[in-house]
């Protein structure tokens, strides 16, 4: 073979990388798995790869791998988008993950309660903690619809309640819930502590945190009533089953599904494109159909029957929510008393 063909086809091997290097963008999502995998894939990540001729990597995992995979791979991120509960979140954006949305559009959509201090991560979802009930076993027993925190102590339900661990965000949700109905709070958990060992734990049966587990217990009727999400509520309602959930008169908590930009993982752009892809109301439709999230959106249309039971329009804001910064500090020293003396 002659030079000039082995330079022509030294060329032509150049040119074909750098072109395929061109068209080969790829942006590595970091997100649940389960359902929320299998609707970003069918649904949701198709159409953003269309739009913007884009490789999509998944990588799923739970908000606590997201966040272990983020620290380990601190300053050679591989991440660009991660979604996460709005407690890890909170960790992620301290710990200088998350990038300012500056100038993000997307944002002035949003409900306020969706909005992060700086701008550094941005709620896609909305879940409220609140009550699950099975509306069965509450008609056959003459019941009202549970409408307080304080139910939970009600001497009625001795044996027929679960509240998860406090390591689970519904358990923590309810322990902050009980601190502030008795004078305490975020920075005094002390009120919280004693009133669910003192009121609360002799109606508990169990401090199940599985989604699995807590469907079982209701469907074989070994629980009346449970601390749970309303997205959770819903998967078990789809099922045929007969449970509600209830929003607490003094307020349901509100747990954000957080999305935010990776600092530092380059593809920037397109990182911002996917995070306005997210929030839009088209977007926001498909997950409150397929995950039960309340639109963080406001402008966001779902009809009547989605509408009814999710944290949508009014319920927005009627919803509370908790101090991670005061909470994440202090949060493994309360999951250690937890264990020694509420789970004992």
């Known amino acids: 073979m002659s030079r000039r063909v082995l330079l022509t086809a030294s060329m032509t091997g150049v040119i074909g990388l750098a072109a395929a290097s061109i068209q080969a963008d790829t942006l590595y999502i970091g997100a649940y798995g389960g359902s929320s995998e299998y609707a970003m894939k069918e649904s949701i990540i198709p159409a953003f790869q269309e739009k913007h001729d884009v490789d999509i990597v998944y990588v799923a995992g739970n908000s606590t ?30 710990l200088g993950f998350c990038a300012p949305m500056n100038g993000f559009e997307a944002l002035d959509d949003v409900y306020d309660i969706a909005r992060f201090p700086n701008d550094n991560a941005v709620g896609v979802g909305v879940v409220a903690s609140g009550f699950a009930y099975n509306a069965e076993m509450f ?28 390591s689970n965000t519904y358990g923590l949700h309810t322990l902050v819930m009980a601190a502030r109905l008795n004078g305490g709070g975020e ?20 401090f199940e945190t599985s989604a699995g587990g807590m469907s079982q217990l209701f469907q074989n009727e ?22 509600k959930f209830a929003y607490p008169e003094e307020g349901a908590v509100a747990l954000m599904v957080a999305g935010c930009i990776v600092d530092g993982s380059g593809e920037d752009e397109l990182s911002r494109a996917f995070m306005a892809h997210l929030l839009s109301p088209e977007i ?13 959106n406001r402008y966001t249309e779902l009809d009547e029957e989605l509408a009814a039971s ?30 020694r003396r509420v789970e004992r």
Do not use: C
């Open 65 to 94: 791998d997201t966040l272990a995979r983020l620290q380990a791979q601190a300053g050679q991120q591989e991440l660009n988008v991660v979604l996460l509960d709005d407690g890890p979140m909170y960790q992620a954006v301290n």
């Open 139 to 166: 008609e056959r027993n003459g019941w009202e619809s549970p409408s307080s925190w304080r139910d939970l102590a009600d001497e009625k339900f001795q044996g027929k309640v679960v509240v998860p661990s406090v």
């Open 187 to 206: 920075d005094d958990i002390d009120p919280g502590f004693e009133y669910i060992q003192d009121s609360v734990v002799p109606n508990i049966l169990s």
């Open 222 to 243: 070994e629980i009346a009533l449970s601390v749970w999400g309303s997205g959770r509520v819903q998967a078990l309602a789809d099922t045929g089953f007969p449970v």
């Open 284 to 296: 926001q439709a498909i997950l409150a159909d397929t995950q039960g999230w309340g639109p963080a």
């Open 310 to 339: 999710l944290p949508y329009g009014d319920r927005i804001d009627h919803l509370t929510s908790v101090d991670w910064d005061t909470i994440n500090p202090q949060r493994m020293e309360w999951t250690n008393r937890w264990n």
